[in-house]
């Protein structure tokens, strides 16, 4: 039996990968319709068709728009499809999940880290170089070998992070949340009892070298998501933002040391893995159903208990 009122629809930013498509997916499969909005290169269209067409055997409406959701020009064709194609329907669901950002360091490096210097010491003990060991460690801890991660080295460019690169971070992660919950209310696009979800990272509190932009507007949309819990809350809309444990995605592998956080995740962790994006899409779904209606501006960790749980 289906989960979802069949008119009710998700709309997913960020839909062709990680969260996003899991999302998508899971509540496909539980009765709701979809629109996806992704951005996309036309060679890795081939993939992302088959992962769509799995959606569409749910018997479900299916919508995907490859155009950028970040422009008003963007949002403006989203919505003028929604209105065609969803008839009687409603947004239940509107899915922050937007991947772009700006991964550059703050500040040059002084002096080499301390996993260059063991990597370079055991280099010269083994009479081989160190991008022989470089290359050893990313392959075991891509295998799944999580105690080597402190022999990962971080490589980063000498381009600094600026201006431009934070502003249009903290946008496209962030801020463009309220862009588009905005604009689905003045078009009366909600649902009367609607959810607004964004996702947030352990960043938040951390400071990773390379990762201020991201961490950046990763605390923006969280604030966001507060300030529409309350002031959109007269219009049955709630917000939260849920923050998954270090989850192996392709907007994770772009960060540098990604092999490294997943390492350490999988040893903290309780369940001694990782989390997945179906671990998140589940949650996601229970936060859609009418039982969930009372959380309303909340920070919500999906990890296995990663964050509460020593190295």
Known sequence: MKQFNQNYWALILGGSSGFGLATAKKLAQEGMNILVVHRD?????????????????????????????LTEEGRNQVLKQLKEKMGEGKVRLLLHSIAFGNLKPI?????ESSAQVAVS??????GVTSEKIDKAVESLLEEGVAPLHSLQTQVYGDALLGDEDMEQTIYSMGSSLLSWVQ??????????DARVIGLTSEGNQLAWRGYAAVAAAKVAIESISRSIAVEFAPYGIRSN?????????????????????????????????????????????LMCTDEASWVNGSIIRVDGGEHIAPL
Do not use: W, Y
Not at 107 to 111: D, E, N, R, V
Not at 121 to 126: I, N, P, R, Y
């Open 241 to 285: 933002i849920i923050q998954p444990g270090v989850t192996p995605t392709p907007a994770l592998k772009l960060i540098p040391g990604s092999e490294q956080m997943k390492s350490v995740a999988k040893l903290r962790n309780p369940f001694q893995r990782t989390t997945t994006p179906e671990d998140v899409a589940d949650f996601i779904a």
């Open 107 to 111: 500040a040059p490096l002084t002096k």
């Open 121 to 126: 010491k055991l280099a010269d003990k083994l």
């Open 183 to 192: 604009d689905l209310h003045h078009n009366k696009l909600f649902a009367s």
């Open 41 to 69: 290169r036309r060679g890795a269209m081939s993939r992302i068709e088959k992962d769509f067409d799995e959606i569409r055997k749910n018997d479900i409406k299916f919508l995907n728009l490859n155009l950028n959701a």
